[in-house]
């Protein structure tokens, strides 16, 4: 199979030739039409709003804070899961939209939503914030770490920030920071 390619190569010259060319063409016309990234987003568009409600408790903000801006923000289109939690003096929650939306025009829905909702609110609650824009290159992990230990937080955080650091910069794959 391969003498022949190669016998069909030398006997027809300038074919193999053209065909190479052509070849050739076709994928830098490809390369430069492809849509790349350096860093691509992997995680879906999602939106943060945070409320904060002094003075109440997590119940409390639960049915006066959370459950009036879930229910203003359900209606908008393109969304995937609707996360919530709420403590006290505070409610977060967690608006996750479709893979491939334009995350502006999420934004600007979700706005839209929060600026009507916004005066239904107690008083004494401030209006609904949604948090910056974030990449997904930003955060990979958080830790929480526990401690049957009764010791003080000013002698934990030195201990476990440095046994961490430590541990962590010797793997191979992290830089240090």
Known sequence: MLNAIVRFSIRFRGIAI?????????????????????????????????????????????????QPIENAINGVSGIESLRSRSIQGLSVITVVFRSGTDIYRDRQAVTERLTTVASELPTGVQPPLMTPLTSSTTWVMEVGLTSDKQLSLSIRRPRTTEGLKSQLSRLPSLTSS
Do not use: K, N
């Not at 016309?29 to 003075?55: C, K, M, N, R, W």
């Open 18 to 66: 053209s065909l190479a060319c052509a070849l050739l063409v076709y994928g830098i016309y490809s390369l430069s039409h492809v849509p790349y990234d350096v860093f691509p987003e992997f995680a879906p568009p999602e939106v943060s709003i945070q409320t904060e409600a002094p003075g109440l408790s997590p119940e409390q903000v639960e049915v006066l804070v959370t």
